[in-house]
Structures are given as C-alpha cells and as structure tokens.
C-alpha cells in the first residue's frame, strides 16, 4: 500500500462517524501516491457507506424540521438495506466463487466485507441512537409519540385488542418447525416474530415464526392521532391468541437481507421477457446476506437463524430500536406542516407558459429554439408530459419513440403513449426491464403497452438501457421533421417532483438524426458508433470523455474541468483527472453519493475539489463542463450516465452537447450555485473522510434556485433575460463560487 506522512491506517479511511457535524476532528494525513499505486482509489463501497452517513448527518441536524429528520432516517433504512441486498451480497458472491484477486483500490473480497462490517455497524447503531435520542423526544414534544404495548393504558390497550382481532389477527399464519413442518422460507426484508413454543403436556419445545404483514401500517395510529405503537408489538401482545394452550418462553423479531442481483448470462435469453421474470422468481430464493434481531436475542433462537440461513456470526445486526426504520417515512404523510419543509409547487417554464387557457404551441416553440427544462423547479407535468401528450393527440404526429427505464404508477407518460398507439400512430418503447428492483412494474407496463399495439422492445441482454431520450416525428409542411426530449432523469411523474434533473427539449435537426439511428441500435441491429451529436455507452463515451479532459489538461491552469454525477468510480476517468490535476488544470467535483477519487493529494491531485450536496432534493443530473465559460472551445454535456464503471461498460448511456447560449447560461447558473452552496454541502479530505463545508455566508444552491424559479416565473419572460445569480450578486456576497477561479483550488 501507499506511504503516508502520518501513519499507514487504510489511508486515513477511518470506520468511524465520518462527517459527523460537531465533535473534534483529527488532522487529516497526507498521503503521498502515485498513478501505480492502489492506495489512490478510495473503496466504492465505503465510499457508498459515507453517502449513507451524510444522510445520518441531515437527520442530525437540528435546523430542519423534526418530520424531514425523520425522512432522512427513512432514506437512510431504504439505502442501508440496498446495500447489503447488492453490494454486500456481491462480494459474498465473489468469496463463494474463490476470488482472491484485490479490486482496484487494493482490497480482497475478504478484505472489503471485513471493513464494511466495521463501518456499516457504526452506521446501523448511530442511527438507532438519532431515532430514540433525537426524533422519539423531539416528535413527543410536538405531540406525536411512539408508544409501546406496556406503556399503555387499560383503554389504549382495549382499543388495540379490537383492532387486532378486527384487523390483524385474519391476516397472521403462524408457522412452526416441526417434523412435519420443515424451517419456513423467510422473504428478504419481511419483518418476523420468532417464538420458543412450548407444549405444557409433554414439554416439547419447538420453534414458530409469525410474519408481520407487510401490507399493514409498519406503526398502528392510536384515535388521538398523535401515538404510534409499532405493528410488531400489537402482534406480539397477542401471540396467545395464535397458540393457545401452548407456553410462549420469549420472543423476538428479526428481519433476513437477501441477494437481490439478478442474474442473466449474456447467451442465456432467448426470451427477455421470461428470462426476467423466471430471475424474479429466483430472487425470493437468494442467499441471505444479514440477519437483523433484537438485541438480547436468546442465544438458541439465534443459533437456530444463523444455522438455517447460512450465515454467521459477521452477519448478524443486533437493535436496541424498532427493525426497518424506512417504516418512518409514513410520518411523512402526517398533516403536519409546521414539522415539514414548505411545499414547493414546481413552475411552468416561461417559454412554455402561456396566457390564456390554451396550451402552449410546444412544437412551435422549439422549432424557434430549444428549451432547457430543470426539475423539480420546473414542472415536469407542464413540459416533458405536455411534449409526449400533445404528440399523441397531434394529428401530424406519425411516431414516437421513447425509452422507460423508472416509471409511476399512474404514469401520464405510459397513457400518452397507449393514447398515440391507439390513435394510429407508430410507437416503439423500450421498457427495461432489469432496472433493479423495479422488473415487476416494467413487465406490467410492457404487457399493457403491448395490448394498446405499442412495439415494445425489452431491452438488450447483457446491456441495461439507462439513456433518457424520446422522439417525435412529424409530418408538417417541409417535410418530416424531428423533436426531441434528452433527459438525466427517469419518466417518472413522481421521483420528478423531488429528483433534481435537467432536460433538453430541441427540434435539432442533427440530434434528431442522431437519435434516429441511437433507436435503430436500440431496436434492431445497428452497428453505428459515430453520431453527429451524441455520445453514447458502451461505444465510446470513456474514451470521449478522457479525451475532452485530455484537452483541459493540455490548457494547464488555463483550463477548467467540472463534473457533476451521482457517483465516480471508474478507474480510467479518475486517472484522466489526476493526470489533469498533475498539468496544473483547476477541477471540481460535485459527487452526490460514490467518489473513488482523493482529491488533494500532493503531486496527484492538489488541483481538485470534491463535494457532495444534500437536501430536500435528490441531487441526481449529470453534467459535464470543459472549458471556462466564454473560452471559444469549451464543451458542455448533459446526460443520462454516471462515472461508474457499469455506466460506461455495463449500460446504453446517452450525453448531448448543450450550446444553446440561453441554455448555458442555465447551466451555468446550476453550476455555480452548488459551488458556492454551503447549507447542504460536505467536502471530501486526501484522507479519504467527509466533513461538513463552513457555514460563512449562508448560501443554499436549492434555496436559490427555487427562489430563481419563482422569479421567472412572475416575470413570464423568455429565461435569455435573466442575469445569472452568481454574476449578479456583489463579490464576496451570497453566491460568490466561480466558475473560473483566480488560481488553482487548493487543499
């Protein structure tokens, strides 16, 4: 491994509370690396642990609302689970499969489970210590309380007798492992009570598990709508009930993780569709990866899980605290806004906006020039749903071609599509179906495409379509002409109002070529891999992307990189930024979750900064800046790829130039407020640690921009108008971050 100036511990890669705001922090060491060197890729695996701390971070932090405090702890559940149903799960994988071989930051399969456990303990415990330290007092005081069974009264407890045997009790099937009975198949993530049953007539004692109903509320609300006692205890009050005439010696509630990869050979579909769902079906069946129990789970019901799932003592998680805290997002639902971030109602973008009730002219619009669209601040139901709804009605409309890889429930993109399909018009969709833990939904909407007469395309084997595009073809009075949609985000109405995206609607003649033929690759047998416009994964993004910060680094100190993503672990781009980095060339980072990248190191990367932003949005678009603004060859993108390995090897990805100058401008707006942005912002240390950026001046970058929206949207005038919030503000005030720095950021 690398030398490093204050000792050799993982590079400074401590499994402590990373980022924790307040407490004294150590030094940061200063590692000494080179390109050769391991050491100079930080573990994505922690990596993705330290995401998961930041958001332990916002759940801590006692300026936001107590009902937003308690979301971050539900998100944080949500994730923490993910990561042991994949990435923990695959490195089992690869242990099972007898590989030794180091990753690219230096560690064995073995090597890396055995810090992930350190770390991921810590994480699992910190937040068990925000939800009854911080959120249980916090909500009481507000009058919402989390009650159990035995500190209620006579008539609380009444109340719940009925709604368990009203409620509840229909719903239970008690198992017990018997002879007779073999050891019943626990789900992945479901919550469970095991039970030592004893037979009072001839002292047999046996084991019985009791599913929690997952369709029932995780929390049963008590009639003054303020108290919360969690399902389990309810059922657990009642065990009598289910086994009567039968001795209960102790109880206790578990919940089982499993293997959640799908697993496709490349050779092996000769039917997608049937491949997907007999994968899903497998998936119930996957290896358990962790075991969840209460802690002071008698020993022998504990020995009897870990014996029948295959796990070990490394894989237990013991809690003090309720199981499965993403149970908290409920609390969201609560008619509470003096606990609640205010609502934001996303705006109609001034361009798209009209006076009267008449909707905009979309196509008119963009034949005029194109339309840069940012969500949640602009509404995504005003354009991208009215761009897809007004072609299905359209009478000049002959095609649509979309991509669906997240989509809504109640999708008012999917209904446009079946109403184009309906009306006669040509529509082709490819549905993904192997977007992780969402195949279910997208065979469901592939089915229902397909009876409305859609050609639906279920993707490629070995290959997820990650790109965001649509096309609609047109036939007016010069001819066929193209529109387009490009997007970083999913078709999904609902992550829309809470995922930050930007998306480009054009009527760009050499991007709706482009596209044209990105569909024939997509749904036949193109082999094209050169585009006007585009640039597209597997077929050469890497190689586009090295090469346009390849020509930054031959600029020097001159030149200027910024990408914003919401991960980077890819070796070969990293490299291309340390070599950046090495020429002197000034770069930032803006990484919402993975950074394989240590920035700062000596020699390496002194030229770097990295920063993560957090808040009641989910930072989620991914741009690509190489250049200063104004320098005659600088090149903007936006797109629908990460700087991840899977992105560039493993997914179609799809980026676009943006050169429009109203749409730059925009960009750069984006930019340079979470630049600046000190509210919701951590920086990333050469040791490899988060820390919480100072707060000087005060700056959000989502603050502002809903501020910027609102204001658009009362002058109602085309967004060329608007002076950018940074260039505006006086030096050293509000939003002061610059995209060309006066000299080289230093660490």
């Known amino acids: 491994m690398s030398n490093l100036v204050d000792g050799d511990s993982a590079l400074g890669e401590s499994g402590s509370d990373d980022g924790v705001v307040g407490g004294s922090v150590a030094a940061p060491m200063r590692p000494v690396l080179t390109l050769e060197d391991p050491g100079r890729f930080i573990s994505k695996h922690l990596s993705q642990l330290d995401f998961l701390a930041r958001l332990l971070d916002m759940a801590e932090d006692a300026s936001l609302p107590l009902l937003e405090r308690a979301k971050f702890v539900a998100i ?75 500190s209620l009264d006579d008539d609380d407890r009444s109340y719940l007798v009925d709604v368990f045997h009203n409620r509840i009790f229909p719903v239970l099937t008690p198992l017990a492992v018997d002879p007779a009975h073999p050891f019943p198949y626990i789900s992945s993530l479901s919550l469970n009570i095991g039970i030592i049953v004893k037979d009072s007539r001839s002292e047999e004692r ?5 599913k929690v109903p997952p369709l029932l509320p995780r929390f049963v609300v008590m009639p003054d709508g303020e108290r919360f006692v969690p399902l389990e205890q309810v059922i657990g009050a009642h065990l009598h009930t289910l086994f009567p005439k039968m001795e209960l010696e ?59 799932l295959g796990l070990d003592a490394s894989d237990v998680y013991q809690s003090e605290g309720p199981l499965d805290l993403s149970g908290l997002w409920a609390l969201s639902k609560l008619d509470r806004p003096d606990l609640q971030a205010p609502a934001w109602a996303p705006m109609t973008p001034p361009r798209l906006a009209t006076a009267g009730d008449e909707p905009a ?14 969500h949640p601040y602009d509404s995504f139901a005003t ?27 109640d999708s008012p993109i999917v209904a446009s599509l079946i109403e184009a399909a309906e009306a006669g018009k040509q529509v082709a969709v490819l549905v993904e179906l192997k977007a992780r833990f969402d195949e279910q939904a997208n065979i469901a909407w592939a089915r229902a495409l397909e009876e409305a007469g859609v050609h639906v395309v279920y993707g490629l084997v070995g290959l997820k379509t990650h790109a965001k595009v649509a096309l609609v073809v047109r036939s007016e009075e010069d001819g066929i002409r193209l529109y387009c949609h490009v997007g970083t985000g999913n078709y999904n109405s609902e992550t829309a109002r809470f995922y930050e995206d930007i998306g480009i609607l054009s009527a760009d003649r050499d991007l709706g070529a482009d596209l044209t033929e990105v569909f024939n690759f997509l749904t036949g047998y193109s082999r094209r891999s050169e585009y006007r416009k585009v640039v597209i994964a597997p077929r050469g993004m890497r190689r586009k992307i090295v090469e346009l910060i390849g020509e930054q680094a031959s600029l020097g100190a001159e030149g200027r990189v910024i ?15 340390y070599e950046a980095s090495m020429a002197g060339t000034p770069i930032d980072l803006i990484v919402r979750g993975i950074c394989s990248l240590r920035p700062g190191v000596s020699g390496l990367s002194e030229t770097i900064r990295v920063r993560s932003i957090l808040g009641p949005f989910l930072e989620h678009s991914r741009i690509f800046s190489f250049g200063c603004p104004g320098s005659p060859g600088r090149r903007v993108f936006i797109g629908s790829a990460d700087m991840r390995g899977r992105n560039l090897d493993r997914r179609v990805e799809l980026m676009v130039p943006v050169s429009d100058a109203t749409s730059l401008r925009r960009i750069d707006e984006v930019l340079e407020l979470c630049l600046a942005d000190e509210q919701g912002a951590w920086e990333l240390a050469a040791d490899g640690n988060w820390r919480r950026s100072p707060i000087r001046k005060g700056n959000s970058a989502q603050e502002r921009l809903r501020e910027l929206a609102l204001e658009r949207a009362r002058r109602r005038r085309e967004p060329q108008t608007l002076t950018p919030a940074v260039a505006s503000a006086p030096p050293g005030g509000r939003n002061s971050a610059r995209l060309t720095p006066a000299s080289p950021p230093r660490r």
């Open 206 to 210: 046996r084991f019985a598990r009791v």
């Open 76 to 150: 944080f559940s949500n994730n923490f689970d993910d990561f042991f149903q994949t990435r923990v799960a695959g490195l089992k994988d690869q242990l099972e499969a007898g590989v030794s071989a180091p990753a690219a930051d230096g560690r064995t399969p073995g090597e890396a489970l055995r810090e992930i456990r350190k770390k991921a303990d810590t994480l699992a415990k910190r937040a068990e210590i925000i939800f009854h330290d911080h959120l249980v007092p916090g909500l009481a005081e507000a009058g919402i309380r989390f009650s159990d069974w035995h």
């Open 250 to 308: 102790g109880q206790v509630t578990f919940r089982v993780t499993r293997n959640a990869d799908l697993a496709l050979a490349d050779g092996e579909a000769d039917d997608l569709l049937a491949a997907v769902e007999m994968e899903l079906r497998r998936r119930r069946f996957g290896a358990a990866v962790r075991l969840e129990i209460d802690a002071g789970a008698a020993p022998r019901v504990l020995e009897l899980l870990l014996d029948e």
């Open 563 to 577: 990408i914003k993503v919401n991960g980077l672990d890819d070796p070969g781009i990293i490299d291309a930024l």
């Open 361 to 374: 002219d979309l196509f008119a619009l963009l034949r005029e020039r194109e339309v840069l669209v940012h």
């Open 383 to 409: 354009s991208v749903e009215a761009f897809i709804a007004q072609a299905a009605r359209d009478p000049q409309t002959l095609a649509i071609k979309q991509t669906l890889y997240r989509t809504s429930g």
